[in-house]
Nanobody
Framework: QVQLVESGGGLVQPGGSLRLSCAAS???????MGWYRQAPGKQRELVAV???????NYADSVKGRFTISRDNAKNTVYLQMNSLKPEDTAVYYC????????????WGQGTQVTVSS
C-alpha cells in the first residue's frame, strides 16, 4: 500500500518559517515529488516540484522564499518555507508522480499551514 505522510504544518507569524516533510512508503523510484496547496475557495495549485535528478520548478509566488529538496534514499521530500505571508495560508498536499506522465500519482492527506499574527 502506497502512503504519503506529511508533517510540519502549523501556525506561524508573518515573516516566519516552517519546514514541511513528506515520506513515501510502499513504492520506490518515484520520478517527481512535489507540493501543492489549496486555500479556502480556491483551486489546488502547484507550489514546487523536484525530480529524482534534482530538477526543480516553483510557482512564481514562492520563488526566492521556498526551497524544495529531496532525499531519494529516504523517499522523502521537504519544503522549506521562509518569509511566510498570510497569503501562503492553505492546506499543503504532498504529491508523487511515479513515472513523470501525471497518470500514476498519489497524494498525501494534507497539512494545514496558517500564517497569521
Amino acid at each position: 500500500q502506497v502512503q504519503l505522510v506529511e508533517s510540519g504544518g502549523g501556525l506561524v507569524q508573518p515573516g516566519g518559517s516552517l519546514r514541511l516533510s513528506c515520506a513515501a512508503s510502499g513504492i520506490f523510484n518515484i520520478y517527481a515529488m512535489g507540493w501543492y496547496r489549496q486555500a479556502p475557495g480556491k483551486q489546488r495549485e502547484l507550489v514546487a516540484v523536484i525530480t529524482s535528478g534534482g530538477s526543480t520548478n516553483y510557482a512564481d509566488s514562492v520563488k526566492g522564499r521556498f526551497t524544495i529538496s529531496r532525499d531519494n534514499a529516504k523517499n522523502t521530500v521537504y519544503l522549506q518555507m521562509n518569509s511566510l505571508k498570510p497569503e501562503d495560508t492553505a492546506v499543503y498536499y504532498c504529491n508523487a508522480d511515479i513515472n513523470g506522465y501525471n497518470d500514476w500519482i498519489y497524494w498525501g492527506q494534507g497539512t494545514q499551514v496558517t500564517v497569521s499574527s
